[in-house]
């Protein structure tokens, strides 16, 4: 092969990769093509984040940072980047989908092998999490594609009008 067919390759070969890089997480393209009562979704109908050009969150991933940092930031660290117990959910998220994200939370995870014993318990039962699923998912799929950075959002869009009443409806 000769070094300018070598060399075309190689630069075909980056470019290929890189568009796979595009979308880091393993729900494709996490860009909203639409919205129900402030709740936003790709075009695969996946939850997903709408962030303004001024860093403003939309209201499911406000609420899935403090949801997130509630009830699952004790095993998987802070802003989901994992801990010695518990692996980083940014880093999962790229290569997980949303249906694979559920299954988990839902049923449960182990993970064996000889050097360790790897647990993550089921919240199939837990309102605190299992009612603010999509939030969770939300916000760990914004941090996960690099569109939003450690810590809390510091302005969100308001509350959506019928929010309140879907959550009650939810914890009962």
């Known amino acids: ?90 880093d999962s998220l790229k290569s997980l989908s949303y249906s694979d994200f559920l299954n988990t939370v839902t049923n449960g995870k182990k993970n064996v092998d000889t050097s360790q014993d790897l647990v993550m318990p089921s919240f199939a039962n837990d309102k605190n999490v299992m009612c603010y699923i999509d939030a969770i998912y939300v916000y760990l799929r914004a941090r996960s594609d690099g569109a939003l950075g450690r810590g809390r959002p510091a302005n969100s869009e308001p509350k959506p009008k019928d929010y309140a009443a879907q959550e009650n409806a939810c914890m009962g």
């Open 1 to 90: 092969m000769r070094q300018s067919d070598m060399i075309t390759a190689t630069v075909a070969l980056l470019v290929l990769a890189s568009a796979a890089c595009a979308y880091a997480d393993g729900s494709g393209d996490p860009k909203p093509t639409g919205s129900s009562d402030g709740e936003y979704q790709d075009a695969s109908g996946n939850p997903t984040f709408n962030i303004g050009k001024d860093g403003t969150v939309d209201w499911y991933t406000q609420v899935g940072y403090l949801r997130y940092t509630a009830n699952c930031m004790q095993c998987h660290g802070p802003d989901g980047l994992g801990s010695t117990y518990a692996p980083s959910l940014v």
